[in-house]
């Protein structure tokens, strides 16, 4: 069994018409700056109509970068100016949530549907931004390449979305699928991973991987998360952050140069850097065997928790087979297997200031019906282990009434 995407989160809020207020005053803040900086960009323009030059000749902090098509790479602030988020949902302190699809928020009504569990427990909404087809949820300007190569769609309207969420006291993650991707490794085939004849190389799916250790990847997914962070989203959750592992044994990665987990843990640190002065939290999505297990996939948690706010380990009891920890049948035993996988990552993240978030089953297994008894099972065992809360995934996104409910 492979990677799923998370799906369900708890948060306590700052709620009320205080935290309102406190937005509106934020925005009203946020706008007089930008009023102030385009009289100060007027200004420059006419000095420059005039003759004047810059200091030294250079180009000027915070103007735009080129690619090789001549579009903006980036597109940054004025001289002087801070990058200042929209205010902000805090972090809860226990995540209960639940994973919206792109195609899902597409169809009309969807989100307020969604949004309405919050009268059930469900404090956090976590949106696809891009998935793994490859697919991009909306357009931006922080993400050109993505327009280019037909990656970025209008499936729904970020920042109203984000808004009525916020409206709501709901906690949003922006769910960016990193290394899958069809669509950028069919369009730029040297960022791809390769076969042993030098062809793109597919998974069993027959979807296409970027590079792990290809720096471009990394540009190219960071300025999606900072579109994200741009639309308003509280944090960017990191999937598919590995090497593939699901198809044919005869890949290569063009380009390697060091073992897989540091090229992993590299582009985290990198994306923290670039995510965290738009003040958004960075988390990521990893094995639930990898605090334990060498997977081969560039997966080491401990490396990877050092530039994280939060990490999610898949606990899903159906993805462990029979013998893990002893256990006969880990399916069976809903909390004991996901205490025990909660145990091992307490264990090898002791000393790191990250908050250990797994996702959970809310969904039939293999051999194993699962209702709200299970489902309970698993969340007991987060809230003895005092993690910070859980994912619940559902492939078809229906969540089992009464999971949710803060006790």
Known sequence: MFHKPPQEFHTRIDPGEGFRERRRRH????????IGAAILLVGLAAGLTFGFRGI??????????????????????????????E?????????????????????????????????????TLQLDVKDETGKI??????????????????????ERAIRRAHDRG????????????????????????KTSSGAVWKNFKGLAWLNPYDRRNWD???????AAADAGFDEVMFDYVRFPTDGPADRV??????????????????????????????????????????????????MMARHLDTIHPMAYPSLYGPGWWGLSDPEAVPGETVARTLLDYQRVLRGLR??????????????????????????????????????????????????????
């Not at 925005?27 to 930008?34: P, Y």
């Not at 190219?220 to 900072?226: G, K, L, M, P, Q």
């Open 27 to 34: 925005r009203r803040r946020i706008r007089n700056r930008r």
């Open 56 to 85: 030294g000749g250079a180009a000027a902090p915070g103007s735009s970068t080129q690619d090789a098509a001549g579009g903006p790479d980036r597109v940054l602030t004025p001289p002087d100016t801070p990058v200042e988020p």
């Open 87 to 123: 205010a902000h949902v805090r972090t809860p302190d226990e995540m209960r949530g639940v994973h919206m699809t792109m195609d899902t928020a597409s169809v009309p009504g969807k989100l307020d549907q969604y949004l309405k569990l919050s009268s059930q427990g469900m404090n």
């Open 137 to 158: 949820a909306f357009v931006s300007r922080r993400a050109p390449l993505a327009t280019r190569v037909g990656a970025a769609r209008t499936f729904y309207d970020a």
């Open 170 to 193: 709901v906690y949003t993650i922006a769910r960016v699928v990193a290394f899958q991707d069809p669509v950028l490794a069919t369009s730029r085939p040297d960022q791809a991973v």
């Open 220 to 226: 190219y997914n960071v300025d999606v998360a900072e």
């Open 253 to 302: 990665y063009a380009g390697a140069a060091g073992p897989k987990a540091r090229a992993i843990a590299s582009f985290l640190q990198y994306a923290r850097n670039r995510l965290a002065p738009l003040g958004v939290k960075v988390s990521a999505a990893v094995f639930g065997l990898a605090a334990t297990t060498e997977l081969g996939i560039g997966q080491k948690p401990r």
């Open 354 to 407: 990250v908050r250990i978030v797994p996702w959970i089953q809310d969904y039939d297994g293999d051999r194993r019906a699962y209702g709200l008894d299970q489902v309970l099972d698993q969340v007991d065992a987060v809230r003895r282990l005092r993690a910070g809360g859980f994912l619940l995934w559902n492939a078809r996104g229906e969540y089992t009434t009464g999971a949710l409910i803060e006790r």
